[in-house]
């Protein structure tokens, strides 16, 4: 599903942008799982967000980072006092965004060396972003029972 939005609504933030493309999505009642193509336009979307767009300074992460989402409105010399430190996080901590009954929409913020014990997702559609640091990810499937074995 190619979507193209009307100007007006480029002018909203990033982080709005992917909130209606998911409200659009997994909110229909009649709609089911999203296709291919619509979860490639939420990832194009989910790929243009960085930290300071979800309200965290991640400038402490490389001096030789160059990019910015300080062309956008949201991010001006005066908010950016109110961002959450990358490097502040002492514990996993979960920034709340949106939640409803058809969709959620959060960041998860970890401390250098934590971990999440391994969990399922089951009847989700999920996606994730790195938007700072490194990240190594074990994915797991469900082993189908085997055949007895004879003999």
Do not use: N
């Amino acid at each position: 599903m190619a979507v193209a939005f009307p100007w007006r609504i480029m002018k909203l933030s990033k982080v709005q942008r992917l909130y209606d493309a998911c409200d659009l999505l997994f909110s229909s009642p009649a709609q089911a799982a999203p296709s291919l193509a619509e979860i490639e336009w939420l990832r194009q979307l989910l790929d243009g967000i960085e930290a300071a767009d979800v309200g965290i300074d991640d400038r402490e992460k490389s001096s030789s980072s160059s990019s910015s989402s300080s062309s956008d409105d949201e991010l001006s010399p005066k908010s950016a006092a109110r961002l959450l430190r990358a490097l502040a996080f002492e514990r996993i901590t979960y920034v709340h965004i949106h939640q409803c009954d058809d969709f959620s929409m959060g960041v998860f913020c970890f401390p250098a060396g934590a971990a999440l014990p391994l969990h399922d997702h089951p009847e989700m559609v999920v996606l994730s972003k790195l938007l700072y640091g490194t990240v190594r990810k074990r994915s797991y499937d469900w082993v189908a029972d085997a055949p007895p074995r004879s003999g």
